[in-house]
């Protein structure tokens, strides 16, 4: 998901190979998405109508899958009903909480596990099936994320997975007038060269708009803050007159559907 305005992180750590802007930022998204967690649910509308972008391209047979930032584990449970009790299948997530909630909501069956998607804790060449949704952005370092997917998937296995653009939340930013709060998304091109890079022979990207409507200002960031995709930054608080100036803003906006909110789709579909 994406970072929330004015209560956000600029971006990522501008130098990948800082180790400890690194992990001080992976414990702020941990933090910030596990406190979302016993709400996820319900306010994921946006991503779970993304999510079955990836559903509609789900292999029919796998033995050995990985749901990479797994959140409270509703797809998870859907790749295990549709491989069933004879795959071994993995969620996978940085935040505990997230993790805390997808064990109450979907039991033990699930081999439920806390790492970072940059070293996966699983061994070379046994996954069929790689799935995202909605998890790669928070990555700094995009490289390394792509090549422990290459590294843990088999010959032939593929990974699917959803991520975010450019132009994402556009509409956010125009409102709180604050277009450097949001995640510095990575474009087509460069998620392509990151994956050849990695290691797979064949890569597809494609892109799509994504668009959802809201009521009223207060449910387009909830819809965002709710889900836990905000980083909080010290000092960083909004008075009435900035919301009420956002409002003016966002109403500009509406349609007769409500206050649009967009998201940039990649879809990355990878062979190894």
């Avoid at 414990?27 to 999510?51: G, I, K, L, N, T």
């Avoid at 969620?91 to 979907?106: C, F, I, N, Q, V």
């Avoid at 474009?187 to 990695?198: M, P």
């Amino acid at each position: 998901m994406t970072a929330q305005p004015s209560h956000a992180v600029d971006a990522r750590p501008g130098d990948e190979h800082n180790d400890h802007g690194n992990r001080d930022w992976r414990a702020r998204v941990a933090h910030a998405f596990s406190r979302a967690a016993p709400h996820y649910h319900e306010r994921a509308r946006a991503q779970q109508a993304m999510a079955e972008r990836l559903i509609a391209r789900l292999p029919d047979r796998a033995g050995a899958v990985l749901d990479l930032g797994c959140g409270p584990g509703d797809l998870t449970a859907e790749l295990a009903r549709r491989y069933g009790d004879g795959a071994t299948i993995h969620g996978l997530d940085l935040a505990p909480g997230m993790l805390t909630e997808a064990r109450r909501r979907h039991g033990e069956g699930i081999d439920w596990l806390c790492a970072d998607a940059a070293d996966l804790p699983l061994p070379s060449g046994r996954l069929d099936l790689a799935v995202s949704n909605l998890a790669i952005q928070w990555c700094p370092d995009l490289g390394a994320v792509l090549a422990e997917l290459a590294r843990v998937l088999r010959p032939g296995g593929r990974a699917l997975i959803n991520t975010l653009a450019p132009g994402t939340l556009s509409e956010v930013g125009q409102a709180w007038q604050r277009p450097a709060a949001l995640l510095d998304f990575r474009d087509a091109g460069h998620h392509r060269r990151a994956a050849h890079e990695a290691g797979f022979r064949r890569v597809e990207v494609t892109e799509r708009i994504e668009r959802f409507h809201y009521p009223d200002l207060s449910a387009v960031m909830a819809s965002i803050k709710g889900v836990g995709a905000q980083v909080a930054r010290d000092g960083a608080r909004l008075s009435r007159t900035d919301v009420a100036r956002a409002a003016r803003r966002y109403e500009a906006l509406r349609t007769e559907d409500g206050l649009p909110v967009s998201y940039h789709l990649l879809t990355l579909d990878l062979e190894r």
